[in-house]
């Protein structure tokens, strides 16, 4: 599927290894303990077959009766080719002098001195590299640029060999076909006098449009197939972005696929809970990434989220005192206890509001993290009732937990959130206390 031109060339394969391993990567079988992470090999296509020939090649495994050449053929047994990079050149020496540019590079490290590059005529370190983080073309071509080293960069995605889990090949396809359009976005941009924001719209006439189109031709897609694998190539790149750890390799992982609605609404939440969500999965605390009710950790966006939480609290609270003028002492005692607990939250929030300080750096232990989610979670009183309490609890506190980051972030509000925040945080204050008021009206 991927078209590459027959002519020569120099390219970089982009590899991912998700684990820590142990490769023998020649014919005298020498070993090497590759930690994982992201690693850069390149090479040069100058014989038939050019470029096409070559990273056809590359793409290949030893099951396909490829004989094993490079050490690079060694490595690509045990590491996911995520992407290659190439660009159209008859002069071979490019090869070095991106082996240069990439060892320049912030971060990258050589992981074995002369891999890829034992003929190497010009004195490079290696022709192999190891980055910590997933590495940018944007960054390379700057790097290549202020060399004077100005050759056309083609970015391609590779898309491995079919396996049993169609679920997870398939939304693996979907990202790829997503991130093709994004780059040609990216390296069309730079070419135009457009601003880049005159990029983001795909409304017809428009020149992502045009770019969007020319891609539905190739990959011969429709347009509404190619918006979709966009939106969510734009997601997956926002969790890249984010967690940076391999969470490619989570997202797509076929033994464990996550679906695209759990990809999507981690996106929409803050970047500490996608860390916290794609960090859980990874070590294997949650099979899901998709975020839950019970995460205790920062997850506040914007500040419009605060009134809104409040607002439906407050409907929790109102609700449970109709509720409650039916219930048994039980779940009357347990629901003014949370009550009372939601009417201290709301209090400390509004105190925090009113005097900018952060109530998180002050909230007393009887509001904390870990004993409220125990509460929460305890079991001791099942019911739709106490489902209600809470549910309020829980909307309230959240506010309060997340309060101090939210200031460290700027997330403050405007005057009219403030206001509908005070007057919420006011009537789930009076609400509360009428619930802490209710007699037994339960009779025997
Ligand atoms: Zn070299």
Known sequence: MILLPQTSGVYILVFHLAKATSIAFDRKGTQHSFPPGWYLYVGSACGAGGLKGRLTRHQRHIGDRKRFHWHV????????????????????????????ALSDLVGTTVPVPKFGASDCGAQCPSHFFQLPDRPSTATFRAKLASRH??????????????????????LQDEYLLGRRFLEVRRRSIPESSLEPCKWVSLAKRKPARQL??????QMKVSFPTLKEA???ATTVETLVENCRANVLQI????HRPQGRKAIMSLSRTSDIRQRYRVNGVIHG??????PHSDDTVFDTVKYGEVPSRLARARGSLERLLELLSTAGENVLSEGRRLSRLCRLSA????????NRIAPASAVPRYLGKEILMSTLRSEAVQGRTIGKARQALRLTVKNLWDFEEMM???LVPTAEELATTRRESEQIQTTARKIECQEHLFVR
Not at 347 to 354: A, E, N, S
């Open 230 to 232: 966009i939106e969510f």
């Open 408 to 410: 460290r972030r700027g």
């Open 347 to 354: 209090q400390r929030l509004d105190g925090g509001l009113m």
């Open 73 to 100: 053929d060694y490595f690509r047994e045990h590491a996911l080719l995520c992407e290659i990079w190439y660009g159209e050149t008859a002069h071979s020496e490019f090869e070095h002098h991106w082996a240069k």
């Open 149 to 170: 080293l100005s050759l056309k960069i083609l970015v391609e995605f590779v898309a491995e060999p079919r396996n049993k889990n169609e679920s997870a090949r398939g």
């Open 285 to 290: 605390l949650f099979r899901s990434v998709a």
């Open 251 to 254: 997202l797509f992982d076929p």
């Open 212 to 217: 969007a189109e020319q891609i539905v031709k």
